[in-house]
């Protein structure tokens, strides 16, 4: 079996959305969004797949970036989006479904920006 190559595009906030009709026109299904702090900035990937074909889209933006919605094309979407909001602060707009912040209800506002270990657990160093 070969091993295809699984290529990851940046692009700018600017062009999401139309990148991302492109692979809905093309059918290809959302495989999954994820967010990650990097310095001062922060990285979300978008997955698609067809025909066991996977492409990445890359945002890098500021923290204080609004990101347009992709859930009125990718309905289930709006999980991820949520989830983005609501542990790292990012701004989605045009969510099919927000739940303003209460999606995922944490001790501490967005925990993974800027993330501390605070407390006691069984991995925490000795």
Same mark, same amino acid.
């Given at each position: 079996?070969?091993?295809?190559?699984?290529?990851?595009?940046?692009?700018?906030?600017?062009?999401?959305?139309?990148?991302? *009709?492109?692979?809905?026109?093309? =059918?290809?299904?959302?495989?999954? @969004? &994820?967010?990650?702090?990097? !310095?001062?900035?922060?990285?979300?990937?978008?997955?698609?797949?067809?025909?066991?074909?996977?492409?990445?889209?890359?945002?890098?933006?500021?923290?204080?970036?609004?990101?347009?919605?992709?859930?009125?094309?990718?309905?289930?979407?709006?999980?991820?989006?949520? *989830?983005?909001?609501?542990?790292? =602060?990012?701004?989605?707009?045009? @969510? &099919?479904?927000?739940?303003? !912040?209460?999606?995922?209800?944490?001790?501490?506002?967005?925990?993974?920006?800027?993330?501390?270990?605070?407390?006691?657990?069984?991995?925490?160093?000795?």
């Amino acid at each position: 079996m070969k091993i295809e190559e699984q290529p990851t595009t940046v692009i700018a906030v600017a062009h999401l959305i139309g990148r991302v *009709e492109q692979f809905r026109k093309g =059918g290809f299904r959302l495989v999954q @969004m &994820n967010a990650t702090q990097v !310095g001062d900035e922060f990285e979300i990937n978008y997955s698609f797949e067809k025909d066991y074909r996977f492409e990445n889209l890359r945002l890098i933006i500021p923290a204080e970036t609004e990101v347009p919605s992709i859930s009125g094309m990718y309905w289930g979407a709006f999980v991820y989006e949520n *989830e983005m909001h609501d542990l790292f =602060g990012i701004a989605v707009k045009g @969510m &099919n479904i927000d739940f303003n !912040g209460n999606f995922i209800r944490t001790k501490v506002r967005y925990p993974f920006r800027n993330p501390t270990f605070q407390g006691e657990g069984p991995c925490q160093r000795k």
